[in-house]
């Protein structure tokens, strides 16, 4: 598993609130273990309790993205080196499968958690799933969603640092209320510069008397 899959994780948990619409999908065990995704053995460590345990993870990586997403690259990482301070990960070693040229191991880097609960095992490759993300890219790709109300996360892994939206429903969305908002401008203008040569030909009209 690559490490760049990680920060996935980051993603996922902090898009499992969207604090504008007062949406939150995070109140359940069930809940929890869906945010694993295919790590069924991980998913199975999670109770009742850790559904406070992630909202509180939740508000910390939100926060770096929030931090990033502000242009304080060092306010960013400092959040988020708290985090890998508290939740360490062993990286190592992992193979599954063969190579099709050669038949050989596809070994590639796996971060092992060694959790006392599923919330200290998901903040820890969430947080450094992310680090590798803003080291690799930079801070600037850690970004929230200019469609508003959305502001839900992404990683921007666009060649010209260009993404802007979480999704291509928001961009759509934002695109179509930035025509419509154009074209109100346009009627208004047009209404004014009608306006405006009414009000002057009004006034010639009276010169004229």
């Known amino acids: 598993m690559e490490l760049a899959y990680y920060s996935d994780y980051a993603v996922r948990l902090v ?3 969207e604090p504008a619409r007062n949406k939150d999908t995070l109140t359940s065990v069930d809940a929890v273990r869906a ?3 295919g790590n069924a053995s991980a ?3 999670a109770t009742d309790a850790d559904v406070t345990r992630f909202r509180s993870v939740r508000a910390r990586l939100r926060a770096v993205f929030e931090a990033a997403d502000g242009g304080d690259e060092t306010l960013a990482v400092d959040l988020l080196n708290s985090l890998l301070m508290e939740f360490p990960v062993s990286p190592q070693i992992s193979g599954h499968g063969t190579r099709k040229e050669d038949g050989r191991p596809d070994w590639h880097m796996h971060l ?3 959790p006392s609960n599923a919330t200290a095992g998901y903040a820890a490759i969430a947080s450094m799933g992310l680090a590798f993300h803003l080291t690799e890219h930079g801070a600037d790709r850690l970004g929230l969603c200019q469609a508003a109300p959305c502001r839900n996360a992404y990683l921007d892994t666009s060649t010209n ?3 802007r939206y979480c999704s291509d429903r928001c961009a759509t969305r934002a695109n179509v209320a930035a025509y419509r908002a154009r074209k109100r401008l346009e009627t208004d203008r047009s209404a004014s510069t009608g306006r405006t040569a009414e009000t002057s030909q ?4 009276a010169a004229d008397r």
């Open 161 to 163: 640092r260009s993404r």
């Open 35 to 37: 945010l694993f995704g």
């Open 112 to 114: 092992a958690d060694h």
């Open 202 to 205: 009004e006034s010639t009209t």
């Open 43 to 45: 998913a199975r460590r």
């Open 15 to 17: 898009n499992s609130e």
